[in-house]
């Protein structure tokens, strides 16, 4: 009989080769960084105790892996890969400090590795990436501090969490879910010392976003509270939009799950016992509670497919326990399932071998998801190309989009500081910086790039004359996915921007 350390060993043989691959598949991608990534790897070059969106550890994480790899993709790809393999990791080790099963664990690990959801972060760094790991890290942590009510293992709880709300604001959902769980299982533990050094450490983690916010007239509680529907601008409930919203919810989440793993998590929830259970009722819970907050966020907005992803991580132990105790046939299902989810991944990033015989067809280049991540690379070369040919030695690269101003930063030679202008757009952290301003009269060319037809009247106008402008074709799977407008122009003087207000 195989021991525990036969499949520890096994899963971290099959989570190294997974990251190595993904490192692999993206040093040899034409494809660029995705546009999150590069905004915060900009932000690692404006180190801050948060920013407009998101709290400061995306951008230490950045600083740390560029101080060590220099600033390539390289660089901000590790992150991602090295927070998943540990994510993957806890996962291994918390299955098995529940069930004390090796097999179980090595499940759990391996249904966790086909599941979308968990490529997301696992092959972009966003802050996904470092939440996943800090949620799942929190939550085994906290049951080692049940089951053995040892302080030092709630105050190790509390650092996890204060390092996951550092990385991600919604790890604060962590708080709640601890305490329905102590209502639900063992009230009087409510009131013992244990769960409230846990929130006390973990509160710790609030002081920097508070002193910053402070500072910068709320704009973080503002963006969420636009993101969540608490502020911006109101209209009247529509009973058919609110059904579409919470139709592409619940859709997504099950999309991010696997379709073929459906069938699991309905034999989990009809076959494992979770009142009578608290090692099942613990790892349902933080799943049922994120997915009901988001759906009813979902009545009244729609809500992004990437938000509640992260409550899933948990129901890999879940389905893992499910299968095990399962017959022979929901074993096979479960591989099969493992194995059809994992091609299909492939064939996302594999599709040029599939286009030859009509994949085009079924995911066209347009809608294809990775279309994201094409030609920001050759447009920073093209940029380059062009202030070396007109020879320009006073110059600023600005946009209308930061997703744009943030990858030209990050492929530009020398990566320059870009910049944004508000045509109409809500606020974002490059309003927070320093901005065109600077080059005001100065006799400074500014180079401009914008996805629409034209430029806008404004930008025209605040410069002396307009020296030229061109298209960028923006090519993925051979066809044209994007067309950008590159103009650029003498001398600013002033460009006259407008305040939405919005957040």
Known sequence: MKDINFYRKLSLGLISIVGLLKLLYFHFSTLSLFTEETQYWLWSKHLDWNYY???????????????????TEFAI????????????????EFTNLLFQKGK???????????????????????TDSSLYFFWILAFYLIWKAWISNDTQWWIWAGIATVFGILSKNIMVLTLPILGIYILLVEPKRFFSKGPWIYVLVSCFSLIPIIVWNIQNDWVTFKHVGTLGGVEGKKSGFDTSQSLKF????????????????IPVLVLSLRKLSFLKAPKNLFLILPTAVVWGLFLGMSIFKNVNVNWPAFAMLTLAPLMAKAVYQASYHWKKYTLFSGLITGALLLVLFFPAPFDAIGFKKVLKPSKDPMMRLAGYRDMGTRLDHLIDSLKLDRQFIFSDNYHVASEMAFYMQGNPQTYT?????RKNQFDLWPGIQQFEEKNYTGIYITKEDQIQEAVRLGFDSLISTEKFYT???????????IAILANLNHIEELDTGEY
């Open 104 to 126: 179980v664990a090595l499940y759990a690990t391996l249904i966790l590795m086909v599941m979308p959801f968990f490529h997301l972060g696992s092959i972009f760094h966003t």
């Open 246 to 261: 919470m139709g592409e919810y619940i859709g997504g989440q099950l999309g991010f799950l696997s379709p073929f793993f």
């Open 77 to 92: 790809k590790f992150n991602a890969i090295l927070f998943s393999s540990l994510t993957a990791w806890v996962i291994f």
């Open 421 to 425: 202008i508000n045509l109409g757009r």
């Open 475 to 485: 090519i993925h799977r051979g066809d044209t996915v994007k067309t950008y407008t």
């Open 53 to 71: 969106s998101k709290p400061l550890m995306i951008a230490v994480y950045n600083y740390l892996s560029t101080g060590v790899f220099g600033d």
